[in-house]
């Protein structure tokens, strides 16, 4: 069976590595271009790119399918199956028609839950207590196509970003070593009409905290964040990110200090930040910020405008 892989981000490495430890026929790999990154701002392949070119699998990187060259340089590997995990391009309809078989996405939510770009923050920004994987056959909608694999996960109360991420990822790995498995025995299940969210991309005025809401839900937005792109409040000239916290019951006006703990107040409940990450510097314990950032009790935190 001929497998082509498209995938971009750090999601998508597991599936394509359980795929080349049990010696699939990968005949391509489509990932997005080389960005520029890092301090030199140099071109770097994309981390499934990185892998690919390591495992030296054909490689290809369009900036998109809108040309007839690329649909036909599509045609020609011939596929049977095309996986599909965190890929990041529009597939158009033509070429969703050339698989055998059919283009099957391995999506971070139980759908039709967080449909879109971020259903990982968006499902802790709601404080939704399970989430899972989904693998659907692919069609031209987005994430609409019928369900051929799922597997739900508790969502802890210590998870963040982070964690499900990884979690998520591992799971969407066995999800597709089971899709390669019984590709011949497949039953397909229409999503839901009811329940349908939408996990749109988090835009940057997400990030920053506000105190005038509860603890409870500042609480969601650190770990929905943490450890990228981090949720942040403003403090001494810099912006100082909170990678974990726990609540309290502490009372005041929203954004005080509290203590000399650093407890934070919110419009109902506190905060203590346990980890923290200033500009430019590495993650540290609360106990080492306090050592070199120095908050008086009685500051309040102000939420502001760029």
């Known amino acids: 069976m001929k497998i082509v ?15 080349v430890e049990n010696n699939a026929n990968i005949v391509a790999v489509y990932t997005q271009p080389p960005r520029r990154a890092g301090r030199g701002k140099n071109l770097q392949l994309s981390p499934i790119g990185q892998f690919a070119h390591h495992e030296r699998l054909k490689l ?3 900036e998109s399918f809108s040309s007839f060259d690329e649909i036909q340089m599509f045609k020609r590997l011939d ?4 996986i599909v995990v965190a890929y990041g391009l529009i597939l158009p309809e033509q070429l969703l ?21 971020a259903p990982i923050h968006r499902a802790l920004l709601s404080n939704d207590k399970k989430t899972g994987v989904s693998i659907i056959k692919l069609e031209t909608g987005l994430d609409t196509g019928p369900i051929v694999l799922e597997r739900h996960l508790k969502i802890e109360n210590t998870d963040n970003a982070g964690s499900l991420h990884h979690k ?11 899709l390669c498995a019984n590709i011949k025995n497949l039953e397909y299940r ?10 749109k991309k988090i835009e940057k005025y997400e990030t ?4 005038s809401v509860d603890a409870e839900t500042i609480n969601c937005q650190i770990r ?4 990228k792109p981090g949720a942040w409040f403003y403090c001494g000239g810099e912006r100082i990110k909170i990678l974990e916290c726990h609540i309290s019951n502490g009372i005041g006006k929203a954004g005080l200090i509290l203590d000399d703990k650093f407890q934070i107040a919110c419009s109902y409940g506190s905060i203590f930040p346990t980890i923290l990450q200033r500009s430019g510097r590495s993650p540290m314990y609360i106990e080492n910020f306090l050592r070199g950032f120095k908050v008086p009790v009685g500051t309040c935190l102000q939420k502001v405008n760029f």
């Not at 920053?208 to 105190?211: F, G, M, R, S, T």
């Open 5 to 19: 892989f498209m995938g971009t981000s750090n999601f998508a490495l597991p599936t394509l590595k359980l795929l």
């Open 60 to 62: 290809l990187h369009p």
């Open 79 to 82: 596929p049977d199956l095309v």
């Open 97 to 117: 028609a050339v698989s055998k078989i059919g283009f099957f996405n391995v999506h971070a939510s139980i759908l039709p839950r967080w449909r879109g770009a």
């Open 168 to 178: 998520l990822s591992h799971i969407g790995a066995d999800l597709t070593n089971l």
């Open 190 to 199: 229409l999503q839901d009409k009811t329940g349908i969210t939408y996990a």
């Open 208 to 211: 920053q905290i506000d105190w």
């Open 224 to 227: 929905a964040f943490s450890p």
